[in-house]
């Protein structure tokens, strides 16, 4: 019903910069709430940060200040700038969207998940 695609994850030096993208697309009437979660090894998910549709943020503590999410309501993309990486910020990074849905009904769809590593 709802397509995730997401980009922009590899490998960068601790203290670089990266930018996931993620788009979604399908049977969508207005996106709710957008965010990231990560998964480190041996970790449980968790939550990156979070942007609603008045345009709200959330961050987890450990990326408040370097992290920042944005949306494109018009290309129903959400984005996350990370800057000042640490290889604590290794992890597989997924995009979540809350959408209501053309046919009526509300869903929460997954992306496949981006890996970021941050070498030291």
Known sequence: QVQLVESGGGLVQSG???RLSCAASGSIFLINAMGWY????GKQRELVASIASDGNTNY???VKGRFVISRDNAKNTVYLQMNSLKPEDTAV???NVLSQLSQGGLGTYWGQGTQVTVSS
């Open 16 to 18: 670089g910069s990266l």
């Open 38 to 41: 990560r998964r480190a090894p």
């Open 60 to 62: 987890a503590d450990s």
């Open 93 to 95: 990074y997924y995009c």
